[in-house]
C-alpha cells in the first residue's frame, strides 16, 4: 500500500500548504518563492555580463574625429570649426582614458581637455555636447550654472551636477566617471566686480573656487538624493578625473572685450609689414582666455577649460537647412507627428521663408524655430483629430503667416 505522499519544492522543501504556488514538473517542483530569488540571481547575473554604458566589452568604443564630425553632420547644421573642435577633443580625452594606468615614475600624464562653447543663444551648444554623448553612449546630464550657489547658502551645491550624472547612469559609478557634463549659462557665475564688496559673490565667484576641484579631477563625496533634503544619507565617492566637462555660455557682450583686445594689437590696420583683415561682423571667432577672464571668469577656472570654442551666428541658409535637413529636423518631426493620424504635411517653399524670417527677426537662433511652427501647426493639431477624413495638408506662406499673426508669438513682437 503506497504512502500519502506531500508535494514539496524540490528546492527549499517546503510544502505546497506553505507556498502560494507550486509548479510541477516531470518529477520535481519548484514554488513561487524559489522563483521569485531565481529571477533576481538571473537579473544580477544578466547585468554583470551587459555591457554598460559607453563600453564595448568592457572596454570603451573610441571613434576617430572624422567619425564624430560625421556624425554631428547629421544632426548639426553648419559650425564646421566647432565640430573639429570638438571631435578632436573627445577623442584625445577618451584616449587618455582608455590607456591601462601605468605605475612608471617617468610615464607622461596627459591632463584633461574640458571644453568651452562661447555663442549666442540657439546657435547648438547643447545639442552639440548632447549628439556627442549619444554617439558615444555614456551617461550625459545637463546642469544649469544660475541655479549654483557656494555651498551653506540658498541654491544647489555644484556637487548637484554630479548628482544628475549619477541618474543619467542608474547610479553606476563606473558609467558615471567615464560619463560627459553639460554646465549651461557658465557665463552667468561670472564674478559681478573687480572691485571689492562688503557681501559675498556667492552665485559668482564663490561658484567658480566651488567648480575648480571638480573639473581639475578630485573624488567628490556626492548626496545621492541631495544634501540639504536628506542630511542623513550615505554619501556616494566619484571621481572626476575622467569626466568630460563641456561648458556653454551667450557671454552677452564679450564681442566688446574681444575688440578692445584687437584694438591694442591690429584690428584690421597696418601692424609693421602684416596687414591683418579683422571681421568686424563675427568678432566670436576671435574669442582666447584673456577675453573670458576680463569677462568674469576667474584665471583658475579659464585655466581648466584649456579648449575654447566658438559657435557662429546662424544666418538665413543655415536656419533653413536646420529646419529640413539634419536625421531630427523640425518639419520631418511635425511631418511624422501628422503621419500618425495618417495625414500628409507639407510646406511650400514660401512657408519655410517665412518661418526662417521670423526666427531671425526675434533672434532666438535655431531653437525659435520650433516655436513658430508651433504656433503655425497649433490649430490644425486641435482640430484634425476630429476630422477623419482629412487626407493631406499643405501649408502655405498665407495660411502660414495668418496663423502666426493670430499667435501669441506675434503679439509679443509687436509690442
Known sequence: MAKNQ???????NRPRTDVNILISGLNSHICDYCIEQASVIINEEISKTTTKPGLTNGALKLHKPLEIKDYLDKFIIGQDDAKKVMSVAVYNHYKRISQPPSAALDEVEIEKSNIIFVGNTGTGK?????????????????ADATVLTEAGYVGEDVESILVRLLQASDYDLKAAERGIVFIDEIDKIARKSDNPSITRDVSGEGVQQ?????????????????????????????????????AGGAFDGIDKKIASRLKTTTIGYKSGDNEIDIDRNNLLQYIAPPDLRSFGLIPELV????????????????????????????????????ELDKVKLEFSDEALDLIV??????????????????????????????????????????????????SGLAKLKSA
Open 6 to 12: 506531500v508535494d514539496r519544492c524540490s528546492f527549499c
Open 126 to 142: 547643447t545639442l552639440m555636447a548632447r549628439t556627442i554623448a549619444k554617439l558615444l553612449n555614456v551617461p550625459f546630464a545637463i
Open 210 to 246: 566651488a567648480l575648480l576641484k571638480l573639473l581639475e579631477g578630485a573624488i567628490v563625496n556626492v548626496p545621492p538624493q541631495g544634501g540639504r533634503k536628506h542630511p542623513e544619507q550615505k554619501m556616494i565617492a566619484v571621481n572626476t578625473q575622467n569626466i568630460l566637462f563641456i
Open 303 to 338: 585655466g581648466r577649460f584649456p579648449v575654447v570654442c566658438n559657435l557662429n551666428e546662424l544666418d538665413k541658409n543655415a536656419l533653413r537647412r536646420i529646419l529640413v535637413e539634419p536625421q531630427n529636423a523640425i518639419i520631418k518631426q511635425y511631418t511624422k507627428l501628422f
Open 357 to 406: 524670417e521670423k526666427a531671425i527677426d526675434f533672434k532666438l537662433g535655431a531653437r525659435g524655430l520650433r516655436s513658430i511652427v508651433e504656433s503655425i501647426l497649433n490649430n490644425l493639431m486641435f482640430e484634425l483629430p476630429s476630422q477623419p477624413n482629412q487626407k493631406q495638408i499643405t501649408i502655405s506662406r498665407e495660411y502660414a503667416e495668418q496663423q502666426f499673426d493670430l
